[in-house]
């Protein structure tokens, strides 16, 4: 599929073109709001509904959000006391009218044609949902893109539930997607914890009979020091359990991708075993027990995931470390971070 930017007009007519609503929870970041929204409004795809959800945020947000109401006659905003970013999303999705929907975290900032890529291939490939990556931003300068270049992927459901489980080869994220309304139903975020886009983005890839990845980046994810999402103390737990339902689910109804599925409840585990290991938990009987139970799993399963799966030495590698001992693995961890610690796991 041909997702050029540079092919693409200036702006897209709107006429006949479906709405995509468009939701972005808002709470403490009016150091970047408006260079978020700006490049919504600025997306060459024009038929937008703009929903600012402000999740009581405490600075000067709120205002904000109400100032580009007045910019924008596509521009909706709610108030509301704060509930975590799964119910501040859920609450755009009650209020949106639009024929597809997407989010965007308010302190990240879009390239222009991310709509238009999203929304071409959704149609091209008579798609429900749509996907795209983007590039991690640090304050100091550095990019991060984590994705196979050039990489155009169509998919059917049960294929999808390889590629979810493959880096590199798709995202969890919910910004990276646009997904038909009639393809999200009923399907909302778990709310009152961290990790939400992981269970919403197996339920949605159940949902869709065709999902599409395109890997030119097209977002850009700002890493911002002491934010909800890289606070190391914010263990993934709901993620993980998310990825346990998810390999029950693919064992059930596509058992062809098991070994994809088990490898990335391999990564889950041991990447929230890595966090215990940086925060100095690992030492709690909690997370030994933990350690104890990721070993087992290693493995019971590494053989399966290693005939189906190619993995990279160095996860290989780690994966073996953990399956002899979860403290020797700890070590050379820790060790690995001591010397690289500008390498994100």
Known sequence: MNTNPSSMPEKTRTEDLPLISVIVPVYKVERYLDRCIQSIVDQTYQNLEIILVDDGSPDACPDMCDAWVAKDHRIRVIHQENRGLGAARNSGIRISTGELIGFVDSDDWLEPTMYEVLYRSLTKENADTSMITGVLEYPNGRQIYLYHPDLHLVMTTSESFKYINLPGYSTISAWSKLIKRSTLGNIRFPEGCTGED?????????????????????????????????????????????TKNMVKLVHQKFPEQLPFALYGQMRSMVSLYDQ?????????????????????????????????????????????????????????????????PERSK
């Open 198 to 242: 992981w269970q919403f983005t197996y339920d949605i890839l159940a949902a869709s009979v065709r999902t599409t990845f395109d890997s030119t980046p097209q977002y850009h994810y700002r890493q911002v020091a002491g934010s909800l999402s890289n606070t190391s103390t914010n263990f993934n737990f709901a993620g993980y359990e998310a």
């Open 276 to 340: 215990a290991l940086v925060t100095g938990h690992a030492k709690e009987q909690q997370w030994r027990d933990f350690a104890e139970d990721t070993r087992t799993f290693v493995n019971q399963n590494m053989k399966a995931v290693t005939e189906s799966v190619t993995l990279p030495r160095g996860r290989r590698l780690q994966l073996k470390l953990m399956a002899i001992s979860p403290t020797f693995y700890g070590v050379f961890f820790l060790l690995h971070k001591r010397i690289h």
